[in-house]
C-alpha cells in the first residue's frame, strides 16, 4: 500500500476515527493515541494481508474499535456494555483515643 494512499485516508477519515474512539475511551489523549496507532499499522505493511474485498476504510476502523476496546479495562470484550465497576468498600474508621 501505498503511502500517499494512507496519507489521503489519514486526512479523510482523521476526525470520524477519533469521534470513534473518543466513544469508546472517553479520553481525548488516548482516542488520539489509538487512531495514530492504527495508522503506523498501516504504514508498516499491517493492512497488506487483508481478506480478499476487505477495505482498507473497514480495516482501519474495525482496528479502532479493537483497540479502543482493549483499553478500557471497565468494557466488556464480549459484549457491547460497560461492566459496573467495583467500588471498594469502606472500612469502618476507628474512634481516636
Known sequence: MNRSY????YRRCLEDLRRLAFSILRHREDAED??????????EGEADHLAPGMEVESFVTAEVIRLSR???PDLDPEADR????RM???RPRRKAA
Open 88 to 90: 471498594p468498600t469502606r
Open 34 to 43: 489509538v487512531v495514530q496507532d492504527v495508522f503506523v499499522e498501516l504504514l
Open 82 to 85: 460497560i461492566r459496573p465497576l
Open 6 to 9: 494512507i496519507d489521503s485516508l
Open 70 to 72: 482493549e483499553r478500557r
